[in-house]
């Protein structure tokens, strides 16, 4: 994990492909949130080492991001070695094992920018790759269930790429992980649905109250124009989550180490703290979106 | 709807939590909301937890099968009828286990704490007569028989005779036996004052999420909850009788609420904001402090359409004083005594 100022990276990114791939670029995670929340701090920072980034649309992501790791690439931009997946894969390996492109901007190991794609929404849930054969080697761009809801109208930034929307990218989070799941992030005891479920809390965090007021009516059209046929179970299942970390004290407390260590690093809470913010994230956002499914299922 | 009006979900559970009910009646109610609620959404388990109910085993298991008579079975073989009772429970059609029972008691302390309706010991009846004569004088309104102050005040005529006769000199009575005040009691107001937390049973919250919301805030969110019981006083109440008063903003919000019982219904904290905590240290500020008013008369002046009404000029007095705002209490009544009517 490094500091790193949201809009240096963001900015570096943009600068580095080309002018007219910038436009397909839609920036998500936790550089996606601090930008929106520090962006216009230069001495605010985020504790991050990826900056994952999504490719649309799928049709025409293998090309886009071809054009973009060759362009990279050949500025000196290195692929991650460490860890697994360190090395390309071949034309032998299987779609599923494919490693990831992760490139270091040149003379620096703080961060990478790694490569996603939209899903296929005809294909099943899940991880899905993309083959992306570079002179490097062959490589997967990887998308996940939730990515097109995560990317759902982001906003422009003066860079001419997109960031994802927080509230979208909260929402995501939360229907990735309706119960508190048992998969660790590697090498650590943290749960991945603490992390991604304290995420969605460290946002409405720092998100002021009157925006998330109006998150209910963003997600309510979100869900509906990325998941016309069920919307509304999604979003009667969308705060089950958060419920749950809220009665899990161990759980929650896991929360609160890996918001201090990420997004709210510049404003720690403590369990108490947290646990409150959740209960009016849940009073105030996730209630009134399952009103409106419970509504809409009347109507 | 009725998946919002569940007390809890919890993972794959709906909890619906009921304190001593007796009636198997009410039980029958309570388990039609539990399987409406698992109707609306799949793959749901229902719990239905009677705490402290005197209803047997037995006679549950009898209502749970002919729940089974009506209701689609892969609903009714979900639901679980539980009693907990003390430190033991139970369950029909089978006892739930460990894990199940730690998350059913979890939710039980919940709505224990969320049933908030405090008790309150028996009102002061001469605080209540001497603030309702106290408004009468200030809006300079016509002497009131003894009989229609017990009637305002909710007592018996000799309890108002008894705070009559306590007033002495400052009263005036007319012929055929009606009173008012002579002037005001700054004596009697003093002993109001000095007494306000106990005779108004005083409760004070503060924030505890480290992001406290302004008074402004918390006032129009109280607003959109429409708790028809409940007035502001407080700063906020005292400048909407005089707009001049010389503070800015608001330190906290004062919150009166309209008690015809001995019971204080504070549920609406809650929904006002999670983050209040109730606090019994004097000294530690408070962002929401709400009193108790007791006589059958609210005395709350209508608001504007759709908001809230205003506790009236005496209860917002009282409650400069109780916040510390000594020099803005004095400014308040020099202009409601200049005011006055009559």
């Known amino acids: 994990m490094s500091d790193v100022s949201p809009a240096r990276v963001i900015g570096e990114i943009a600068d580095a492909i080309p002018a007219d791939c910038r436009e397909h670029m839609i920036i998500i995670g936790s550089l996606a949130a601090g930008y929106h929340f520090f962006g216009n701090d230069s001495n605010l920072y985020v504790r991050t080492k990826d900056a994952d980034s999504v490719l649309r649309p799928r049709s025409a992501a293998v090309r886009s991001g071809r054009e973009i790791a060759e362009r990279l690439i050949s500025g000196g931009w290195k692929q991650r070695t460490d860890g697994d997946f360190g090395k ?131 997600w309510v059209s979100g869900l509906r124009s990325c998941y016309p046929d069920r919307w509304r179970d999604l979003s009667r299942a969308a705060g089950a989550g958060i419920r749950e970390l809220v009665d899990s004290r161990g759980d929650l407390l896991q929360a609160v180490e890996t918001c201090n260590n990420g997004l709210l690093s510049s404003r720690q809470v403590t369990l108490e703290e947290l646990e409150l913010t959740a209960r009016r994230f849940l009073q105030d956002a996730v209630a009134p979106l399952e009103a409106e499914a419970a509504a809409g299922s009347a109507s | 709807m009725a998946l919002q009006e569940i007390d809890a979900i919890r993972g794959d559970k709906l909890i619906e939590v009921k304190f001593g009910i007796d009636s198997l009646r009410a039980v029958r109610s309570s388990l039609l909301q539990v399987a409406y609620a698992m109707a609306e959404s799949h793959g749901y388990f229902g719990y239905l937890v009677l705490v402290d109910s005197r209803i047997t085993d037995s006679s549950l298991l009898e209502e749970w099968n002919a729940a089974k008579e009506v209701l689609r079975p892969e609903i009714v073989d979900r639901i679980t009828i539980c009693t907990r009772r003390g430190r033991h429970g139970h369950g029909v059609p089978h006892p739930p286990d460990e894990d199940t029972w730690r ?136 400048r909407h009788y005089f707009p001049a008063l010389d503070l800015l903003g608001a330190p906290r919000l004062d919150i009166s609420v309209h008690c015809k019982s001995q019971g204080m219904d504070l549920k609406f904290i809650a929904e006002l904001d999670p983050a209040l905590k109730e606090v019994n240290d004097p000294r530690e500020p408070a962002s929401v402090v709400v009193h108790a008013v007791r006589r059958t008369e609210s005395l709350f002046a209508p608001g504007e359409p759709g908001r809230l009404p205003w506790a009236d000029p005496i209860e917002c007095l009282v409650d400069l004083h109780e916040a510390g705002l000594e020099a803005q209490a004095r400014e308040f009544l020099v202009h409601l005594i200049s005011a006055r009517r009559g």
């Open chain 2, 103 to 238: 998350i059913l008691d979890d939710v039980i302390d919940k709505e224990r704490a969320g049933e908030d309706t405090r008790r309150m010991s028996r009102p002061d009846y001469f605080a209540v007569v001497l603030q309702i004569l106290l408004n009468r004088w200030l809006g300079g309104e016509e002497p009131i028989t003894s009989g229609e102050l017990a009637k305002a005040a909710g007592c018996s005529y000799p309890t108002v005779h008894r705070a009559v006769l306590r007033l002495g000199s400052a009263l005036d009575r007319t012929s055929d036996r009606r009173v008012s005040l002579s002037w005001f009691p700054e004596d009697e107001f003093a002993w109001l004052v000095a007494l306000s937390p106990k005779v108004r049973s005083t409760t004070r919250f503060a924030d505890r999420s480290g992001q406290p919301r302004t008074p402004s805030a918390q006032l129009s969110r109280l607003e959109k909850i429409g708790h028809r019981s409940l007035a502001i006083g407080g700063v906020l109440g005292a």
């Open chain 1, 88 to 218: 390309p894969g071949s034309a032998s390996t299987p779609d599923g094992l494919l490693p990831a492109v992760r490139l270091h901007p040149p003379g620096s190991t703080e961060w990478f920018v790694e490569f996603l794609t939209l899903p296929d929404v005809r294909e099943p849930a899940g991880r899905q790759f993309l083959r992306l054969e570079l002179s490097t080697g062959h490589f997967g761009l990887p998308s996940f269930e939730y990515l097109t809801l995560s990317t759902f109208e982001p906003a422009l930034t003066p860079f001419g790429v997109y960031c994802a929307r927080v509230e979208m990218m909260a929402l995501a989070n939360m229907l990735e992980h309706p119960r508190i799941g048992p998969d660790l992030i590697k090498n650590t005891t943290t749960k991945r649905s603490n992390k991604d479920l304290g995420r969605v809390l460290a946002i409405a965090r720092l998100s002021n109250e009157s925006s998330v007021a109006d998150w209910p009516e963003a």
